[in-house]
């Protein structure tokens, strides 16, 4: 995941510099987020930490996910808005989908709900991939960790005197 790699060391630079911390809630991807964004450069400093909820249980009763498909606009909102609160970040994703190679909740395989989560809004975007399981994990981790980028570029300009 060479891209997603350069995103997330693009990201730890800006994050200490802003002083922005990062919080991930991840299903289909099972902690390769949180790993992505862990090897980065001083992810100490601003990466607060991931939840994997690959379970509809733990998605329900950690991250406050209401009683709808949990491949869905509603539960990916709900996730990064969760997380975000549960471990205290500026900034959170969520990622969750049919990985493949079976649909989930009526999605088909590769289909996957985004959001990311700061404390004026949430934005929640759907994405269709190609490809086997781990063609749709890493696109998926490339894009939520792109996205965490732009988030993070567009919180700096918002603080950056006029």
Same mark, same amino acid.
């Given at each position: 995941?060479?891209?997603?790699?350069?995103?997330?060391?693009?990201?730890?630079?800006? #994050?200490? &510099?802003?002083?922005?911390?990062?919080? %991930?809630?991840?299903?289909?991807?099972?902690?390769?987020?949180?790993?992505?964004?862990?090897?980065?450069?001083? =992810?100490?400093?601003?990466?607060?930490?991931?939840?994997?909820?690959?379970? =509809?249980?733990? +998605?329900?009763?950690?991250? *406050? %996910?209401?009683?709808?498909?949990?491949?869905?606009?509603?539960? /990916?909102?709900?996730? #990064?808005?969760?997380?975000?609160? @549960? @471990? +205290?970040?500026?900034?959170?994703?969520? %990622?969750? &989908?049919? *990985? *493949?190679?079976?649909?989930?909740? &009526?999605?088909?395989?590769?289909?996957?709900?985004?959001?990311?989560?700061?404390?004026?809004?949430?934005? #929640?975007?759907?994405?269709?991939?190609?490809?086997?399981? /781990?063609?749709?994990?890493?696109? $998926?981790? /490339?894009?939520?960790?792109? =996205?965490?980028?732009? $988030?993070?570029?567009?919180?700096? =300009?918002?603080?950056?005197?006029?």
């Amino acid at each position: 995941m060479p891209q997603a790699d350069e995103y997330a060391h693009e990201l730890a630079e800006l #994050a200490r &510099g802003e002083e922005i911390t990062v919080a %991930v809630a991840e299903s289909l991807t099972s902690g390769r987020l949180s790993a992505t964004l862990g090897a980065a450069s001083n =992810s100490s400093e601003w990466f607060r930490g991931g939840l994997v909820a690959y379970s =509809s249980e733990v +998605k329900h009763t950690v991250l *406050g %996910v209401p009683d709808v498909p949990v491949v869905s606009r509603t539960a /990916a909102e709900a996730m #990064a808005t969760g997380v975000r609160e @549960l @471990l +205290k970040a500026v900034v959170a994703v969520a %990622v969750t &989908g049919a *990985g *493949g190679p079976d649909p989930q909740d &009526g999605e088909p395989p590769g289909s996957v709900w985004f959001a990311i989560a700061t404390e004026h809004d949430v934005r #929640a975007w759907h994405r269709r991939f190609d490809g086997d399981p /781990a063609d749709v994990v890493a696109q $998926t981790v /490339a894009c939520a960790t792109e =996205s965490l980028l732009d $988030t993070a570029r567009a919180l700096r =300009s918002d603080h950056s005197p006029a």
